[in-house]
């Protein structure tokens, strides 16, 4: 028998403070961008039956918003954090001095240039891919996953089966703040996995 789920990653919104790397350092999003996201969601032509979400505010705050509102159980699930970027995590580009030597050799190689106490690229999508088969395991049929950039290029490499290793997928595929990214898996003698929309935006 035929089944199918649909799960939707959304962004977060643009968060405050100076540019940085911000990765596991919990900062916020203006209240009135959030209410704007958890609108947009509301609107949206999909009847979401479940909530999950990252524990860092950016994401949890509107979660919790679209959740309350709509009466959707919601469980937050650290495995869908944002990479912890070690040293430089939080910290303003600007406050940056000798760092911008390891932080290009990162950029330009991710998976074999690791920031000083960061956590590697193997290690991350380890964490978020157990999350994504523990989401594959709910009972939802249409699963809002409110998540961080790096989280959903995870897991898009992992549902076109794409090289996670090649830097330029990070570097050029976009993934804008409050975007909408949708994934449908078809259940039959196996899954097969359709990536119907990546980015679109909510604002």
């Known amino acids: 028998m035929l089944k199918t789920k649909n799960i939707y990653l959304v962004r977060h919104g643009k968060v405050e ?9 919990d900062v916020l999003v203006a209240t009135e961008t959030q209410q704007q ?12 039956d479940q909530v999950i979400t990252s524990p860092l505010k950016r994401c949890y705050d ?12 919601m469980s937050s ?3 869908f954090q944002e990479m912890n970027f070690g ?14 030597n390891e932080l290009e050799q990162f950029w330009q190689d991710p998976a074999n240039h690791a920031l000083s106490g960061a956590e590697s690229l193997h290690s991350f999508r380890e964490r978020v891919l157990s999350g994504w088969s523990h989401v594959l395991e ?18 898009l490499a992992h549902a076109l089966n794409i090289d996670w ?4 997928w990070y570097s050029n ?22 990536v119907k929309s990546i980015g679109l935006a909510l604002l």
């Open 138 to 155: 709910s009972s939802g049929d249409n699963i809002l996953l409110v998540t961080h950039g790096g989280v959903i290029r995870a897991l």
């Open 87 to 100: 040293d430089v995590d939080g910290v303003p580009f600007d406050d940056l001095t000798q760092q911008w």
């Open 37 to 48: 996201i958890k609108q947009a969601l509301q609107a949206y032509p999909v009847e979401f």
């Open 165 to 168: 290793t090649n830097p330029s």
């Open 62 to 73: 509107v979660a919790t918003l679209y959740s309350k509102d709509l009466n959707v159980g």
């Open 173 to 194: 595929l976009s993934i804008a703040n409050a975007s909408i990214t949708h994934i449908k898996i078809t259940h039959a003698d196996q899954d097969f996995i359709s």
């Open 77 to 79: 699930d650290p495995r």
């Open 17 to 25: 403070g100076k540019p940085a790397l911000n990765g596991s350092t």
